[in-house]
Nanobody, 117 residues
Framework: QVQLVESGGGLVQAGGSLKLSCVAS????????MSWFRQAPGKQRELVAS????????DYRDSVKGRFTISRDNSESTVFLQMNSLKPEDTGVYYC??????????WGQGTQVTVSS
């Protein structure tokens, strides 16, 4: 059974930091590209950041570049999202995603991030 379990969300003031973690089980973690998505109330889910299977390549949506950093530890089957200089518009439920294009796609249950102004 595949499980992706996110943690690290919470309430933080604007300008603060949070670090999200996602632990995967039931998959060969090193074979999967990993991503973080978020969904704000009343809005569509959007891609925040992605990282390749070996961690050498990462990509970010423009609004988080320079503030967020995605990383992974394949020995611990864990992907991280370090979020600095948080803004109220970063508020939402953050989801972990594991995927192999055209083959496999798994989601976690999400963790709430709330940034107060």
């Amino acid at each position: 059974q595949v499980q992706l379990v996110e943690s690290g969300g919470g309430l933080v003031q604007a300008g603060g930091s949070l670090k999200l973690s996602c632990v995967a089980s039931g998959i060969i973690f090193k074979n999967f590209a990993m991503s973080w998505f978020r969904q704000a109330p009343g809005k569509q889910r959007e891609l925040v950041a992605s990282i390749s299977q070996n961690g050498r390549t990462s990509d970010y949506r423009d609004s988080v570049k320079g503030r967020f950093t995605i990383s992974r530890d394949n020995s611990e089957s864990t992907v991280f999202l370090q979020m600095n200089s948080l803004k109220p518009e970063d508020t939402g439920v953050y989801y972990c995603n594991a995927h192999i294009p055209s083959t496999s796609d798994y989601w976690g249950q999400g963790t709430q991030v709330t940034v107060s102004s």
